[in-house]
Nanobody, 126 residues
Framework: QVQLVESGGRLVQAGNSLRLSCAFR????????MAWFRKPVGKEREFVAA????????NYADSVKGRFTISRDNPKNTCYLQMNSLKSEDTAVYYC???????????????????WGQGTQVTVAS
């Protein structure tokens, strides 16, 4: 059983930066692609960023391209989301997700991810 624990969410001012962390436990980290999704109030959960098992492939939603960076530290079993130039529309609960997936491509849909964290709130004040 995989456990994911997010941390780092908080209230920040627009234009500032924030880094989210996701600790992965329970299975070999290298067997899993990792992703971040978010759910704004009143909206569906949406894809933010994903990274394949080796860290060699990344994928981003258009709304965050150039501002957010996903990364992973395989020896530490941890995935990160560096968020720069934050906007009020980035306000949401952010979820870490893991998919048992070892190809070069990276999954980007909710249904492709088997494991989810509990979420961490990011609030961007304008």
């Amino acid at each position: 059983q995989v456990q994911l624990v997010e941390s780092g969410g908080r209230l920040v001012q627009a234009g500032n930066s924030l880094r989210l962390s996701c600790a992965f436990r329970g299975r070999p980290f290298l067997s899993h692609a990792m992703a971040w999704f978010r759910k704004p109030v009143g909206k569906e959960r949406e894809f933010v960023a994903a990274i394949n098992w080796s860290g060699g492939t990344e994928n981003y939603a258009d709304s965050v391209k150039g501002r957010f960076t996903i990364s992973r530290d395989n020896p530490k079993n941890t995935c990160y989301l560096q968020m720069n130039s934050l906007k009020s529309e980035d306000t949401a609960v952010y979820y870490c997700a893991a998919a048992q997936h070892t190809s070069i491509e990276v999954p980007i849909t909710v249904d492709e991810y088997q494991y989810w964290g509990q979420g961490t709130q990011v609030t961007v004040a304008s």
